[in-house]
């Protein structure tokens, strides 16, 4: 059996992917609270920047969708 060299390398994120992140978050807690029903006062609130960062992620996905598309068709349609 050989022995693997394991190194303890840091793990950074960029600005991108750490707005990325912030916005997996913020739109997960949404879907738990959209999920978890009516709040004690029998209404069901959820967070703005939660629907926010909801639909960030769908235009973000929706947008590489697009982009892969039009690189296998072999054309540049970014408009």
Request: aromatic share 4%; glycine share 8%; proline share 1%.
């Amino acid at each position: 059996m050989k022995h693997l060299n394991q190194q303890c390398l840091p793990c950074t994120l960029s600005d991108e992917g750490e707005n990325r992140l912030l916005r997996v978050a913020l739109a997960s807690e949404f879907l738990a609270d959209a999920l978890s029903g009516k709040d004690s006062s029998g209404v069901n609130t959820v967070s703005s920047e939660g629907v926010a960062a909801m639909f960030a992620c769908f235009a973000e996905l929706l947008d590489g969708v697009v982009k892969e598309t039009s690189t296998l068709q072999g054309g540049c349609h970014d408009q």
